[in-house]
């Protein structure tokens, strides 16, 4: 996909130095630019950078003087990086814009399509689910029956999403993610065995959603297990039946969050955390990578470590698990000489 300077400049209101008509077809970082690549200089550290990259074409600032004779042409605007960011946005939905039904497909008699769609090759969509405008369904997603996908949405390649689950409009779901799967659960008997409990709830996942690669949600046992407005998840996150996370949250990569746990809102969860079941988390809290939550958490709380506990405390305490070969040594040491006072001034 080539662009003219001109195309670009027009797209970004800016203003041209050097050849309009030159081309571009990858983006490059400055430091790296080859014959053909489009850059960006923003910050003045790299500016060096701009006097030897091979880029062809740079977005720079309307107040950036060169220093030195600049071969390249220059695509002059009020702030680089943003525009440099319009840019990728609009690169993305170009390359993404993708219309019209592939073959081999199933699409069920009683499902719905909206306009302007794409469904890619060896999709399948089943009974009765409905498919809002302008959404993008790449090869191999499966849609079961009753799906409901709003407008604007993308499911890339490999996605899975069982009967019953509710998605909203402008969602991305990336690759191999399974929507809606039976929820762990599992009675067990006298004999030993364990008896499986049927999942008869759904999903629901609100408007503005990203959830990563490989990332699961297991439908409800009753009722919904409900992801709300804004919720971006990481790659391989494991969502379990009944959770509710409040809008506007983000979870880092590799968390764990078991049954029935009630997540508030604009909450922040790093990487590879622990959540037990039938918690209440609430609104504003932040919690730290690798942390272990076995009780509930007020508004605001922000804890670290397993079991987790205030953030404050546990960075003091650090300090003090670092030494604690040390401490302990130090406490052996004065245990002995208080014993050999005691011994000898003992009558």
């Excluded at 996150?237 to 078991?258: C, L, P, Y």
């Amino acid at each position: 996909m080539k662009f003219k300077a001109n195309q670009i400049a027009e797209i970004l209101e800016g203003d041209i130095i050097g050849d309009e008509n030159v081309e571009v077809f990858k983006l490059s970082k400055i430091e790296e630019g080859t014959e053909g690549s489009l850059t960006f200089l923003s910050n003045p550290k790299y500016e060096h950078h701009i006097y030897s990259t091979k880029a062809s074409v740079a977005i720079v600032g309307k107040d950036f003087v060169p220093k030195e004779g600049i071969e390249m042409t220059l695509i002059l605007v009020e702030d680089a990086r943003l525009s440099f960011s319009k840019l990728l946005e609009y690169y993305s939905q170009v390359k993404l814009n993708k219309l019209g039904i592939e073959s081999p497909s199933h699409i069920s008699d009683s499902a719905t399509l909206g306009p302007d769609i794409y469904l890619g090759a060896f999709s399948y969509i089943g009974n009765d689910a409905k498919i809002g405008s302008n959404v993008k369904i790449y090869p191999n997603v499966y849609l079961g029956d009753n799906v409901v996908i709003g407008d604007n949405s993308t499911l890339f390649s490999g996605v899975k999403i069982y009967s019953e689950t509710n998605i909203g409009d402008n969602c991305v779901i990336h690759s191999n993610c399974v929507i809606g799967s039976d929820g762990f659960g599992f009675a067990p008997s006298e004999d030993g065995n364990y008896n499986k409990i049927p999942h008869i709830g759904n999903v629901i996942i609100e408007d503005n959603v990203e959830i990563g690669a490989s990332t699961t949600i297991d439908r409800a046992t009753l009722g919904s297990t409900i992801i709300k407005k804004g919720v971006k998840l990481d790659n391989q996150i494991q969502i379990a039946h009944n959770v509710e996370i409040g809008k506007n949250t983000v979870i880092a990569a590799q968390t764990g969050i078991a049954g029935s746990t009630k997540i508030g809102e604009n909450g922040m969860i790093g990487g590879q955390v622990g959540i037990i079941g039938h918690m209440v988390i609430g609104d504003n809290v932040r919690i730290q990578a690798q942390a272990g939550i076995a009780k509930s958490l007020k508004n605001n709380e922000v804890v670290q470590g397993t079991p987790a506990f205030g953030y404050s405390d546990f960075s003091k305490s650090y300090v003090y698990f670092k030494k604690l070969p040390e401490l302990v040594s130090t406490i052996n040491t004065l245990e002995k000489e208080i014993k050999a006072l005691k011994e000898k001034y003992e009558y």
